[in-house]
């Protein structure tokens, strides 16, 4: 299987450039912008790490080593298309158009967080696992009714492809030809628990099998992958080929969420041997300079630009004003249930000291 599923990759740990298939297309441009994007990202997550543990955010689920997968995926899509992220996935909402400081006050525990700008089709993060596969198969399927060419991207981990939303999404989207990508990230982990420890398959992609549906895998720290991949996945599903399943391979660096500490369940000298070997920002550098286009001046600047970008954009979340308490219960149903009400009406008295 893992011969049959091998990895897509364009350019290697090492900076090296090992299929030419789309050279004609990696202009300066597009590597510089890819580049500044992910640097971007991971100022933003070391920032949010750092602000949940001054309690200026709540729990924080950091993405840094997947911002490859996440850039190269949303970069790919169209402003009409779909996005159903999950908790991790805001380096794709970022990519595909969420503001960063409505990102920030999602992780403030902040409704307004949830709220993409108009027109935007951007899912909340979904935290009950695989629940948003069935959400963008029924979306892509609804721009199928339509008529239109729009599709949907839906991100989800490892550890959910073992739960039946799973099952359900890949299936209704393969039989009804649905236009959707299942963008998996595989960062080997679920929580605690190693993929060996989730599943007897050798690969993710191979689950594409059962539903009758391309399984592509890739080296999901090669941002040219996860572009032309999801790109090419994209093509197939205007052109109403169906969907298709991506398997990113990549690694998170860090905790599972703030609240976790990796070292009880793994090696974390592991995680910068990683680094060292197929970092998505470092290999970046290291082809740039075998390009003849890396410019250390130019480096310095991007680095400054995106803490710049991040502290303004701490700025415009801290500067908003006081979180709402009826925001708690008042989205959860469209009408409140009585237990619902119940929670709130103690919750206003505990807050009025009653
Ligand atoms: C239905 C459901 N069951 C359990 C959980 C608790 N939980 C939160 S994240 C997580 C692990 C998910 O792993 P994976 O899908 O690989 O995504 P990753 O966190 O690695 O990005 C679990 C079990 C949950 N959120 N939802
Ligand atoms: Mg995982």
Excluded at 37 to 59: H, P, S, W
Excluded at 303 to 313: K, N, S, Y
Aim: net charge negative; hydrophobic share 35%; charged share 25%.
């Amino acid at each position: 299987m893992e011969e049959q599923f091998a990895k897509v990759v364009y350019v290697d740990g090492d900076g090296n450039l090992v299929d030419n298939e789309m050279k004609s297309q990696l202009t300066e441009d597009l590597v510089k912008h890819f580049y500044r994007q992910m640097v971007l990202m991971r100022t933003f997550d070391r920032k949010a790490i750092n602000m949940q543990r001054q309690g200026r955010l709540g729990t924080y689920a950091p993405f840094e080593g997947q911002e490859a997968a996440q850039v190269g995926s949303a970069y790919a899509l169209r402003q009409d298309d779909w996005i159903f992220p999950t908790y991790r996935d805001h380096a794709a909402t970022m990519t595909f158009g969420m503001p960063m400081d409505t990102v920030l006050l999602y992780w403030n525990g902040r409704s307004e967080g949830c709220i993409p700008p108009e027109g935007k089709r951007i899912f909340p993060p979904a935290v009950p696992l695989a629940t948003q596969l069935p959400h963008a198969a029924g979306a892509a399927m609804a721009e199928q009714y339509k008529g239109t060419d729009h599709a949907a991207i839906v991100y989800f981990g490892d550890g959910s492809t073992s739960e039946g939303d799973f099952h359900e999404g890949m299936n209704f989207a393969s039989i009804f030809k649905a236009p959707v990508i299942f963008f998996n990230q595989n960062n080997q982990y679920a929580i605690s628990v190693p993929i060996e420890r989730q599943m007897n398959s050798r690969t993710i992609a191979q689950k594409a099998v059962a539903y009758g549906i391309p399984g592509v895998r890739i080296d999901g720290n090669d941002v040219f992958a996860a572009y032309f991949e999801t790109k090419k996945a994209l093509e197939r599903a205007r052109a109403g080929e169906g969907p298709t399943l991506i398997e990113a391979v990549t690694w998170r660096y860090g905790a599972h969420t703030t609240a976790d500490d990796p070292t009880k369940y793994r090696d974390q000298s592991l995680s910068e041997k990683k680094r060292e070997s197929g970092d998505p920002i470092l290999r970046l550098e290291r082809f740039m300079k075998m390009e003849g286009i890396w410019d250390e001046k130019w480096n310095e600047w991007t680095w400054e630009e995106a803490a710049e970008t991040v502290e303004e954009a701490v700025r415009t979340m801290e500067a908003y004003p006081e979180a709402d308490a009826n925001d708690l219960f008042d989205h959860v149903f469209e009408e409140k249930t009585w237990t619902i009400q119940d929670q709130k009406d103690q919750y206003f008295d505990y807050l009025r000291g009653v």
